[in-house]
């Protein structure tokens, strides 16, 4: 008797404007294309990292296990560490051309971006 309490007690709303739980409808949904159609962007820049130099790049349309795997990739190949952070993957040095070549490898349509 108490279990039922207790699951009608964490519900509890004072005010609700549309009524159903629709949280999953709220979020975006992540597009996905494949390799061939997402125009990806690789840049060196150290705004913001104390003066160290990371590869970033961006421009990816999928999902966040994609990107995770293509991480784990991209620091083998390179032998350097790296990140995902906001649909973006971070690699720690300077490693454009490097990371360019395996992109266009893999099928995207990749160019290097800034100076």
């Keep these: 008797m108490s279990s039922s309490n207790s699951k009608s007690s964490d519900k509890r709303f004072v005010y609700r404007e549309f009524g159903n739980d629709n949280s ?3 979020e975006r949904p992540t ?3 494949p390799p061939q159609q997402q125009n990806v962007r690789v ?4 705004a913001g990292r104390k003066g160290k ?3 970033v790049i961006t421009g990816f349309q999928t999902k966040p296990e994609v990107l995770a795997d293509l ?3 991209l620091k083998t190949q390179c032998g350097t560490g790296g990140t995902v952070k906001d649909n973006e993957i971070e690699i720690q040095g300077e490693h454009k051309q490097k990371i360019l070549e395996i992109l266009i490898k893999l099928g995207y349509k990749a160019k290097i971006s800034g100076g």
């Design 24 to 26: 999953a409808a709220l």
């Design 31 to 33: 597009p996905e294309l």
């Design 43 to 46: 840049q060196a820049t150290r």
């Design 53 to 55: 130099t990371v590869t």
């Design 71 to 73: 991480v784990k990739q």
